[in-house]
C-alpha cells in the first residue's frame, strides 16, 4: 500500500458524492416542473397535477354528469385522481430511481 493511497480514494469518493447531489437536485427540479394527468371512466374525468403533487385541473364531461347517480362521477374523480398520482409516482421513479440506486454504490451505508 502506497503512503497516502486513502486519500485518493476519499476524494473520489466525495466528487462522486458531489456529481450525485448535483443530478439529484437536477432531477427535483425536472420533477417538480412536470405535470401528470389520469383519467377515468374512458377519459370522462381527468385530473391534473404538477409533480409537487398539487392538482392544478379537474376537467368532467357533462356526459359524467348524473345527478341522480353523484356517486359514480364521485367515484371517477377519486379514479382519476389515483391516476394522476400514479403517473407522478412513475415518473418520480424514472427520475429518481437511477439516482437512488448510484448511492448505494458510494458504499455508505443504509444507502
Known sequence: MQPGGG????????????????????????LAEAVVTGTAGGGLVSVTMTGGGEVTA???????????DLESLEDLVVAAFSAASANMRKLAEE????????????GLPGM
Open 7 to 30: 486519500a485518493p480514494n476519499l476524494q473520489q469518493l466525495m466528487q462522486q458524492a458531489q456529481k450525485m447531489q448535483q443530478q439529484l437536485a437536477e432531477a427535483q427540479a425536472a
Open 58 to 68: 379537474v376537467s368532467i364531461d357533462p356526459k359524467a354528469v348524473d345527478t341522480d
Open 95 to 106: 427520475k429518481m430511481g437511477p439516482l437512488a440506486q448510484g448511492m448505494g454504490g458510494l
